[in-house]
Nanobody
Framework: QVQLVESGGGLVQPGGSLRLSCVIS????????MGWYRQAPDKEKQRELV????????????KYGDSVKGRFTISTDNGKNTVYLQMNSLEPEDTAVYLC?????????WGQGTQVTVSS
């Protein structure tokens, strides 16, 4: 099982920025998919894809959820086995628990999540 540890969440005002980090106990070069979902406080809402990177050989394909396109950026540091999520122009609707995940060899593992609250 892969361990994932998120950090960087917190309280921020609308229009502000945060950068989330996810340290993974496995080389990113051996991971097929890495990314972020979020779960809003309203439990009726489904878990929503924020951003992911899919590795196919040396190719990296990035996908963003419609509600974050143009505001959020996913990136990686292979040397640190870390996935980042830069979040700009934050809105109250971005308030959620952000969960990092990886898929490798047919397995999926999740982090515990980090809370992001956007409020004035």
């Amino acid at each position: 099982q892969v361990q994932l540890v998120e950090s960087g969440g917190g309280l921020v005002q609308p229009g502000g920025s945060l950068r989330l980090s996810c340290v993974i106990s496995r080389s990113l070069l051996t991971v097929d998919v890495m990314g972020w979902y979020r779960q809003a406080p309203d439990k009726e809402k489904q878990r929503e894809l924020v951003a992911r990177i899919t590795r196919i050989s040396s190719l990296k394909i990035t996908k963003y959820g419609d509600s974050v396109k143009g505001r959020f950026t996913i990136s990686t540091d292979n040397g640190k086995n870390t996935v980042y999520l830069q979040m700009n122009s934050l809105e109250p609707e971005d308030t959620a628990v952000y969960l990092c995940y990886v898929i490798y060899g047919g397995n999926t593992d999740w982090g515990q999540g980090t809370q992001v609250t956007v409020s004035s």
